[in-house]
């Protein structure tokens, strides 16, 4: 049965895929790529000869139908500009579309910023949190920082050059000064890291250039977070799907408050709608 493939490809170096990701690039019938300007090179480079088109934020809803129809007979491939797809790429409307089609979904995995920024930072790999790109509205960054802020784990950031120190000072007058990790360039011929605090990044980065991970440090005292906190937490990860129990556990370990005190909180929420 036709299938739809969601395949890793490099975040820069182009030696960085796997042989099956370029054995299923050869074999599907059509490639849906971000951009199909940087696909083409990754597929010239490999002499692969499959068909790509464009699918985009901005084409999604017209693309959808078509690629969808596609699928009803031909295996198809979705790959980003770089790395995995999906991460912080548009592509979850096919997946859905597809699943809800009962079209098998297929991972072929590979090279992920993320991951790779969290191995090169030196924080604990157990347990973090990937935020993608910080919103552009002042509000809207605001609401996240207040719903991570308290978190004691690590926190995994995209940025672009020319919004890097203003977002460094963003998080440095939010959180205060933590320790991070800047990584540049990951897997590029001018690949670097950089390990302080923040205020010593933003020194450090005078003119920024190229392409960013951050991983900052998680919340490292042993505050609590108060009961209104943890409620307003709660009742958010309980409408993004999350169980009652699940929150409960979560919010228990990050902030150090008894499951106990947090089922009355949520106790009373209910009470009081």
Sequence with gaps: MPSLYVVSTPIGNLEDITLRAIRKLNEVTL???????NTRKLLTYYNIHTPVTSFHKNNMASKIPSLINALSENDIAIVSDAGTPIISDPGSELV?????????IISIPG?????????????SGDRFSFLGFLPRKKRQRD?????????????????SPHRLIDSLEYLRDKLGNRKVTVLREMTKFFEEGFYGDITDAINYFIN?????TIVLEGNTSQEKIS???????MLNMIQSGVSVKESREYISVEHGISKKALYRIWLESTKTG
């Design 31 to 37: 490639i849906a790529a971000e951009d199909t300007r």
């Design 96 to 104: 859905n579309f597809a699943s809800k089609n009962d079209i098998p």
């Design 111 to 123: 090279p992920s910023a993320v991951t790779s920024a969290i191995a090169l930072s030196g924080m």
């Design 143 to 159: 609401e996240i920082l207040m719903e991570i802020e308290h978190l004691r784990h690590a926190l995994v950031f995209f940025e």
């Design 208 to 212: 920024p250039i190229g392409e960013f």
């Design 227 to 233: 009961e209104e906190q943890a409620r307003a937490l």
